[in-house]
């Protein structure tokens, strides 16, 4: 018998799982019209590689992972797309994400299933193979699991933890999951053994669940494989990752920390079902078991389609008339979903109707007493009050002196407030803003590095261009008097006019004022050089020119007036 | 006496060189208060404060030229911020507070002419002359500084609306249900 650890704090609200366990996994009838998110895991948004107009085919790639972190996203039945666009997402915002609309043609067409044997590919073929099959954390966070599935290099793995607590209250889909079919999440488990190599593989299921537990530890002795299948306390949130890995290994994953660089690694029983599925059978994650219940006539758990809207879906429970709203999730961090047009996504583990009678409005929040109940349920041991002064007073430089961002957002802080305050949505308030600052941080930083290296750039541009210019003016200004022509005085003179369009041209925004400096000087000094020693027949040409000169001054006056004032005066 | 005169002045020039020596070895370049005014600012580039450039208004600031009110992409908060670090008074904003923009050039107006790139304080636009512009959305800091250049006014500003990657949770706030 393995001995098993304690988590610190949790709470123990009342299940509510039996009404959805009364009958077995049924599979939901094909929906009118199936809304695939583009971005329903964690990471990369794939890209749709489908058109409006196209045909699909039962899992088809509609889109594809663009980068490590991310995962495929397969059309859940033949039809054709009607729609690449957004649409409301299962958030508790109510935007919109990029969706895929598919309108089924009912007849389930699947595309060319292709088995692998897992044992023939390499392990990086692998990995690619469940992104592209979409595999990510079933549990709720929706992380891809092929980034999960390679072993930290310097800690060697130690034990591979399964998880199948489901301890919040009202869900039940992992529970008959493992009842009906235990024997397919054994053979996926033995797969993430196969990748990870761990010395133990833990199977963790709350002792709550007998028969999951049975069927689980028969499916264990039928393959053969030395997997531990153990019943851990009842206790929320005793299916939360850290918690669970405490439960059952004695670790404590510290703040920050990754289990891997513990040695452990953690999935879900539902995660290792679809891994299988990917693999044997060559399915992608199209679908996934959605507990129906709370407020409805007839709860049950549904093999249901990804992308199946809300509305559709909620019809197979004949919802009572005073159901208010539908909970995503379970109640204790779950969220309430946007409209019905919502789709069900891979995070969608369960949808609760609630009904005034079962959720009854939240007392009115009082102020903090200081009893210290939260810090004594929280089970990640933090000090739920500190983090709720600083994030109240929106001090977010303290809260994660706090470490706000080890906090699970599990609730049990906010279920045993004697002054009813949703601590959690101060967390998450408080996360949310110091996320957006960093990302204002960030963006503040690649902006004022832009300006920096643009204004050096207009340095250095201005300066090899005067430098040019003097360069030219120096080789013109030897190139003339070396001439000693009579003739050469004219256009020595003439210069200026001439030079003085080029620069402003060039210049363009740059001071035209110093342009006009630059071509003065230039002048005199070109007037210096050619004034001196002047032969009396040099002198008679330039009084002739300035006769010329003084006789068309309106022609000159065209010429020179975008440019600068008139030079013929100063000569 | 003479060895208490000694002592001392023997401690005088110990002291001497080595504030000398810290004096050389930790100079700090720059003014320590300009860079976290600058930290502060939202690094537009805008010139909306009426100076050319963030920097240039954080150098006001710390020589007390200039208000910390008068940088509309900072909003409000950035003026606390600013009062909180320069311990002044938080003062109302000298302008109008704007959701954050994004300049979006209308690509079949365009005619070419680089009249925005060249204004562009963050090389945010690209294109060449005659050839179609256009903005690059992640790097532009909607300063609006290309807006006035086009000949042809096709540049206009979108204000960013929020997406489910950059969607907040609100502060948690609860009606008062009124005493009967």
Known sequence: MLQL????????????????LQAPIAKAPLPEQLIVPLHQSIGG?????????????????????????????????????????????????????????????????????????????????????LRDAGVVGLGGAVFPSHAKLSAAKSVPMEELVINGAECEPFMTCDDLLMRERAEEIVRGITVFRDLLEPRKVLIGIEDNKPEALQSM???????????????????????????????????????????????????????????????????????????????????????TLLGTPLGEFIRLGAPKPDTDRYLMGGPMMGFEMPGLEAPLVKASNCIIAGSPALFPPPAPEMPCIRCGACAEACPHELQPFELYWFSRARNFGKTQEYNLFDCIECGCCSYVCPSHIPLVQYFRFAKSEIWARERDKNQADAAKSRF???????????????????R???????????????????????????????????????????????????????????????????????????????????????????????PAQEQ | MLTAILIMAL????????????????KTEGNPLVEKIEAILPQTQCGQCGFAG????????????????RCPPGGQEGVAKLADLLGREITPLDAEEKPKQLAIIDEHTCIGCTLCI???????????????????????????????????????????????????????????????
């Open chain 1, 45 to 129: 948004v794939p890209q749709p590689l489908v058109e409006v107009g196209q045909h699909v085919l039962k899992g088809q790639r509609i889109g594809a992972a663009d980068q490590w972190v991310s995962a495929a996203v397969h059309a859940p039945t033949s039809g054709t797309v009607i729609a690449v666009e957004p649409r409301l997402a299962a958030h508790p915002s109510g935007l919109t994400t990029a969706s895929v609309v598919i309108a089924p043609d009912g007849r389930e067409e699947w595309i060319d299933r292709q088995p692998v044997d897992y044992h023939t590919l390499a392990p990086e073929r692998l990995r690619e193979h």
């Open chain 2, 11 to 26: 401690g005088a020039v110990v002291l001497g060189a080595a504030l000398g020596f810290a004096s050389i070895k930790f």
């Open chain 2, 54 to 69: 963030c920097k240039p208004y954080a150098e006001a600031i710390a020589a007390g030229e200039a208000d910390i009110n």
């Open chain 2, 118 to 180: 060249q204004a562009c304080p963050v090389d945010a636009i690209v294109g060449a002359a005659k050839q179609m512009h256009t903005v690059v959305s992640a790097l532009c800091t909607g300063c609006e500084l290309c807006v006035k250049p086009c000949p042809v006014e096709c540049i206009r500003m979108e204000v960013i609306g929020e997406s489910l990657e950059t969607w907040k949770w609100r502060y948690p706030i609860f009606e008062i249900k009124r005493a009967s």
């Open chain 1, 5 to 20: 650890f304690k988590f610190k704090g949790g709470v123990k609200p009342e299940t509510h799982k039996a009404p959805s």
């Open chain 1, 217 to 303: 530890r028969e499916a264990v002795a039928r393959l053969g494989v030395d997997f531990t299948v153990t019943a851990v306390p009842t206790r929320y949130p005793a299916g939360g990752a850290k918690q669970l890995i405490r439960v059952l290994t004695g670790k404590e994953v510290p703040a920050s920390r990754r289990s891997p660089e513990m040695g452990v690694q953690c999935f879900n029983v539902a995660t290792a079902y679809t891994a299988w599925r990917a693999l044997a059978f060559g399915e992608p994650v199209i679908s996934r078991i959605v507990t129906l219940t709370g407020n409805v006539e007839t709860p049950r758990n549904w093999e």
């Open chain 1, 472 to 566: 030219a003016a120096a080789a013109k200004a030897t190139e003339k008097p070396a001439a000693e022509k009579p003739a050469a005085t004219v256009p020595a003179e003439e210069t200026p006019p001439a030079n003085a369009p080029v620069d402003a041209d060039a210049a363009k925004k740059a001071a035209i004022a110093a342009a006009m400096e630059r071509a003065r000087l230039q002048r005199e000094a070109a007037q210096v050089k050619n004034t001196d020693n002047l032969s009396t027949e040099q002198r008679e040409e330039i009084a002739r020119i300035d006769a010329r000169r003084a006789r068309a001054p309106a022609h000159q006056a065209v010429e020179q007036t975008d440019v600068a004032p008139p």
């Open chain 1, 452 to 470: 920096e290296f643009r204004n050096e750039r207009d340095e250095r541009e201005k300066a090899e261009k005067a430098e040019r210019l003097a």
